[in-house]
């Protein structure tokens, strides 16, 4: 059985698919994390998100996050869904959700899966506006 759900897509993201996923008996705690396109940026109205991929990459770095997340924590399970393409505002381009006994380590995971995502992975974000575009943390 596998404890670690990892997928980018250019579907709507599915918070119920990563909830069930971690959702175990022996877990007292589910920490949820849910990334929404939101409408201003740097004082600027934001029109819509264009979220770009090097996928087979995105992919293997977003199972060694939950690979090290697993080890470093003791959490039980964890997902990981990002997604590809144009998302409007309200859209949900990221969703972690975590499981654990405890709910510190379900918390702690959490943040660090979301930090380090958005470190290492390669997902690259351009916002649009409604008097241009620009590519925002256009790293690694």
Known sequence: MSKTSIKISSEVLNLQECYDFVADPSCGGIAVFVGTVRNATQNKEVTQLDFSTYKPMALKEMQKIADRILKKFGITKIAIHH??????ISDVPVIITVSSPHRKAAFDACQYAI????????IWK???FSDGEVWVNAHP
């Open 83 to 88: 997604a590809e393409g144009l998302l409007k």
């Open 126 to 128: 351009k916002e649009y």
């Open 115 to 122: 930090d380090t995502l958005k470190e290492t992975v390669p």
